[in-house]
């Protein structure tokens, strides 16, 4: 199984963007199966949780980003979004997806997760 995340730039505070996360290498309706996920590094800071959706659509978030971020996902398209709005400063980050193909754990950690993407760095300036 093959993440890829996309959808960081730049962005004005305030703003908005939308991240996506395709998977590939995954088939007979398997992704949605999959919960997913979206953590962050901040520059000099640890791997933090964003969100989660599990396979029956309930997600999580974490309480700095809830009201503002949204995650869904599409499993036609095999894709999870992370809408984020009222964008802050302190969101600038490396956003990773991730998957858990195994319930083995609670979606809020990043050991429960078995795929990871590659990032994609979200900038907000004031």
């Known amino acids: 199984v093959q993440l890829q995340a996309s959808g960081g730039g730049s962005v004005q505070a305030g703003g908005s963007l939308r991240l996506s996360c395709t998977t590939a290498?995954?088939?007979?309706?398997?992704?949605?199966?999959?919960?997913m996920g979206w953590f962050r590094r901040a520059p000099g800071k640890d791997l933090e949780f964003v969100s989660a959706?599990?396979?029956?659509?309930?997600?999580i978030y974490n309480a700095a980003v809830k009201g503002r971020f949204a995650i869904s996902r599409d499993n036609a398209k095999n894709t999870a979004y992370l809408q984020m709005n009222s964008l802050k400063r302190e969101d600038t980050a490396v956003y990773f997806c991730?998957?858990?193909?195994?319930?083995?754990?609670?979606?809020?950690?990043?050991?429960?997760?078995?795929?990871w993407g590659q990032g994609t760095l979200v900038t907000v300036s004031s």
């Open positions: 959706i599990d396979n029956s659509g309930e997600s």
């Open positions: 991730a998957a858990q193909i195994k319930t083995k754990g609670s979606i809020y950690y990043e050991t429960s997760y078995d795929y």
């Open positions: 290498g995954t088939t007979g309706g398997a992704f949605s199966r999959y919960a």
